[in-house]
């Protein structure tokens, strides 16, 4: 690579940072009900927690929101070139929405940007990620623990589906960087205190 390529890339992962930080739970928690929803729930910025503090439109709206990040930042990645770009936004719009510039990188769990990051590089990949999501959260109703398990399952489809190692390598890291993220349900699963679909609000 010469130094313009570096350069391109560095440009590349700093606009694929931004639209990471952009904060859709937070924002629309203050437009929809004046509220600063890291005060509520759980604490964090996510669709679930927006969903269990707002109702599900809102949840929904918060959802689709994080999930346009993680396609903006793909698709911004297209214009500069290939594997090697499309990864930096992956990367960078991941840790834009975990750590955002504008909420003193104190983010979301990174599942409903993955998605769309996933999505955008391998529909089938996403679609068995999602299928897995629905079935373990029929069966269990956590959606900590759905998140956590799809996730997991990208590693392993990008491998089946002959994705180049460096793909399989971020996937692998995608997977245990959202594991790590819901550190603290995981000890409310083990527990038996983490929130369920369906139950009413303490």
């Known amino acids: ?3 313009l390529q570096y350069q391109n890339i560095l440009l590349n992962f700093i606009i694929a940072y931004l639209l990471g930080s952009f904060p859709t739970g937070y924002i629309l928690a203050r437009v929809w009900k004046g509220i600063d929803i890291r005060e509520y729930g759980s604490g ?3 669709a679930t927690n927006v969903w269990r503090t707002l109702g599900i439109l809102p949840g929904i709206i918060v959802l689709l929101g ?3 990040k993680g396609f903006a930042a793909i698709l911004s990645a297209w ?3 290939g594997a090697a770009f499309e990864l930096t936004a992956a990367v960078g719009a991941l840790l834009g929405h975990s750590y955002p510039l504008f909420l003193k990188f104190k983010g979301g769990k ?3 940007t993955g998605a769309g990051i996933i999505f955008t590089i391998s529909p089938w990949s996403g679609l068995i990620g999602l299928l897995l999501f629905i079935v373990t959260l029929a069966v269990t109703r956590y959606v900590s623990l759905s998140s956590m398990v799809a996730a997991l399952s990208i590693p ?3 491998y089946l589906f002959n994705f180049s ?5 971020f996937a ?3 997977a245990v960087f959202a594991v790590y993220k819901h550190r603290s349900n995981i000890k409310r699963l083990i527990s038996g205190t983490e929130f369920k679909i369906g139950q009413k609000k303490l």
């Open 1 to 3: 690579m010469d130094e």
């Open 44 to 46: 964090n910025i996510g």
């Open 66 to 68: 994080d999930m346009a």
């Open 79 to 81: 214009q500069f070139g």
């Open 110 to 112: 990174i599942i409903a």
């Open 156 to 158: 392993v489809t990008f």
């Open 165 to 169: 190692p460096p793909y399989v390598i």
């Open 172 to 174: 692998v890291l995608v």
